[in-house]
């Protein structure tokens, strides 16, 4: 029998012994039964919970996020960019995430405040669906009505309800710190850049 111009001998076999992986399997369970049983328990049916230390009062800077956290985490929203794919043979559409990010309620009129990096790609295709997610769990979709990829901002506008919209409070920054250049904690600075 032929195999080839430059064979040597029959294909090598590539079906698996089933008996050979069953054996296989069993040993390794016995083997870890006998270490077990060998060994005692892999936990102590007597360990008793551990008592949390106390936490202690919160430093001042704690008390502050937190402080500042509640004034305006219903003013935050969740940002998702999608895209629609049809099935042709079901002749359904669905959508996909792409990306996520989060932004601000600028105003009662549906103007929402986030990063163009967060929307970048949904500029780029019309499959593309940007949804805003509002502090209430409901969903919006948004529009694109300005940006500024220089400074990393983009306005998206949602048709919701103003009842719904809870815009963040504005403050300035002039007489935070005075700080010309950003600093990596997150804290507004920079001001004076143009």
Do not use: C
Not at 87 to 97: A, T
Not at 161 to 182: E, H, Q, V, Y
């Amino acid at each position: 029998m032929q195999y080839g111009l430059n064979s040597e001998g029959p294909p090598p076999r590539t079906w698996v012994n089933l008996p050979l992986v069953v054996a296989l399997i069993v040993v390794g369970i016995l083997g870890v039964w006998l270490i077990t049983e060998k060994s005692g328990p892999v936990y102590n049916p007597e360990a008793a919970p551990r008592e949390p230390a106390s936490r202690g009062s919160l430093m001042e800077i704690e008390q502050t996020t937190n402080a500042l956290y509640e004034k305006v985490k219903t003013s935050v929203v969740y940002i998702t960019t999608l895209v629609r794919q049809s099935d042709l043979f079901r002749l359904n559409v669905s959508e996909i995430p792409q990306g996520a990010g989060s932004g601000f309620i600028w105003d009662s009129d549906g103007h929402i405040v986030t990063n163009f990096h967060v929307i970048m790609d949904a500029m780029q295709s019309r499959q593309q669906v940007i949804r805003v997610t509002l502090a209430d769990r409901t969903a919006w979709d948004a529009k694109i009505v300005g940006f500024d990829p220089e400074m990393d901002l983009a306005v998206l506008h949602i048709e919701a309800p103003s009842s719904l919209l809870k815009p963040i409070p504005l403050g300035t920054s002039n007489d935070l710190l005075g700080a010309r250049w950003s600093l990596p904690s997150g804290i507004p600075s920079g001001t004076t850049r143009h």
